[in-house]
């Protein structure tokens, strides 16, 4: 037997004995006096109904209320002596098959009645097991008794307390029945959320298929929800633990490779071997490490920094930036194409400044690693949002791992031959900047050219004047 089911039985039995002694103890000493105080209102009732009649009337319906009301009544003239009273009402008394062994009234309990008052006595008759209740009152110079017997109660509350007892066994019989039932429909499913709780507090995502069809199986669900997204938080943090060793791993080489450099020149500097060119190589391989350490420090600020958003123009960003790198792109050889199908006027909510390092580094990113001859630049207004997008020629294969390109300090492989090499971090700031910005981002590869493409929601503007 589970805790619960013991725990539930022990205190049920519990309740049942407190009612079953509260039971018993009403029924042995407050249920008699409660009987007898509702006897004695009853009877003082009718007597007070009675007092109201004439005496003649009284006489002719004795029969009618006695059975009616359920009492036996008798009556005697006050003129006539105590003992002659006493005698008369026990004669009419046995008539009617009330057999008292005592039965008087006094000088006093007779003067009351002369004067008006009603006088109340009950008449103990052990032998025969019961009381004879009475109330006396005089109408019109008589006295009439007006009683009812009263059998005693404590064998009749005996054999309640005995029923009762029985009903508290059977109770308890059924009561160990039910808690197999509990222990079938609450117990069990409740060792299920137990040891799914406990699987998963051993990072082991498990589901429970619980259909009670009450709190149980809502808690069942929770579970199952709690599950799935603990299971999707730790793959994504074991994810993560991944790339960081990935980064330790690639930031150290990328900082050791100049670091040797610059050792292996202070060395030659040292022995008097300098052609005259190992200061300016100890001076770029620092540049390099200088500017590497800026890029991460602005990737390291960018993930904590407060955005400033702003209603921004981004027909006008866009129009700048494009002017600005006109020349370089045709320093490079390269034609860049420009399709705008923007508004004269459009509005996103964004931060300026990081909006214009996005679209710097994929212009950059577009005119270094491009294997063609032209960069194809496009915007226009997508149902309720801006989108950008710049594509140029490739020659990585669809196949290659154009997902883990986000991560810091990745490179694809055919870019390191080129000589505009960067140090893989201006995509992931690229990426944080987008992901603070709530934009949809991505990149698709396709007939040997990359397409990066972002999209920001839209504010305002003259969206209504585009063609």
């Keep these: 037997m589970s805790k619960l089911s013991r725990k539930l039985i022990i205190r049920i039995t519990a309740a049942l004995c407190v009612v079953f002694v509260l039971s018993f103890a009403v029924n042995t000493y407050f249920l008699p006096e409660f009987f007898l105080y509702q006897k004695k209102n009853k009877l003082a009732e009718l007597t007070s109904d009675l007092s109201s009649m004439p005496y003649e009337q009284m006489v002719q319906q004795i029969g009618a209320i006695e059975d009616q009301y359920q009492v036996t009544i008798a009556y005697a003239s006050l003129s006539e002596t105590v003992d002659d009273v006493n005698n008369e009402l026990l004669l009419q008394l046995k008539r009617k098959g009330i057999a008292l062994g005592k039965f008087w009234l006094t000088d006093e309990s007779i003067a009351k009645l002369q004067e008006g008052k009603r006088v109340n006595k009950i008449y103990d008759q052990t032998k025969l097991k019961s009381s004879f209740l009475v109330n006396f009152l005089a109408i019109d110079g008589s006295v009439f008794a007006v009683g009812e017997s009263i059998s005693h109660s404590s064998e009749t509350i005996q054999i309640v307390n005995r029923f009762n007892l029985y009903i508290w066994l059977g109770m308890l019989l059924l009561l160990i029945l039910l808690s197999a039932l509990f222990t079938t429909r609450i117990v069990k499913p409740l060792g299920k959320l137990n040891e799914t709780a406990e699987a998963i507090s051993n990072l082991k995502f498990n589901n429970v298929d619980i259909r009670t069809g009450d709190e149980i199986e809502s808690l069942a669900n929770s579970i199952n929800r709690m599950s799935d997204k603990l299971e999707e938080t730790h793959k994504s943090l074991e994810a993560k633990n991944t790339n960081l060793r990935t980064f330790i791993a690639d930031i150290s080489h990328e900082l050791k490779t100049p670091l040797s450099l610059i050792r292996v020149y202070a060395s030659g500097l040292q022995d008097g071997l300098d052609d005259g060119t190992y200061a300016d190589v100890i001076r770029q391989q620092s540049e390099e490490m200088s500017v590497l350490i800026?890029?991460?420090?602005e990737l390291s600020r960018l993930q904590e920094e407060t955005y400033h958003f702003e209603p921004v123009d981004f027909k006008e960003v866009l129009g700048k930036?494009?002017?600005?790198?006109?020349?370089?792109?045709?320093?490079?050889?390269?034609?860049?194409?420009?399709?705008d199908r923007l508004p004269a006027v459009v509005w996103v909510t964004a931060d300026r400044k990081k909006l214009e390092s996005v679209l710097h580094n994929w212009l950059t990113n577009a005119m270094k690693y491009t294997t063609g001859n032209r960069v194809s630049v496009s915007a226009e207004v997508k149902g309720d949002a801006i989108y950008f997008e710049i594509v140029n020629e490739t020659d990585i294969d669809e196949d290659a791992r154009w997902d883990l390109i986000w991560e810091p300090f990745y490179v694809m492989e055919s870019s390191r031959s080129k000589k505009f090499s960067g140090t893989g971090l201006g995509l992931s700031i690229v990426r944080t900047v987008l992901q603070n910005h709530h934009s949809s981002f991505g990149l698709t590869v396709r007939d040997g050219k990359v397409a990066f493409y972002f999209s920001l929601p839209f504010v305002g503007g003259q969206k209504d004047k585009q063609s």
């Design 294 to 297: 800026d890029r991460l420090l």
């Design 321 to 339: 930036l494009l002017d600005a790198y006109r020349i370089a792109y045709q320093q490079q050889g390269l034609e860049l194409e420009t399709e």
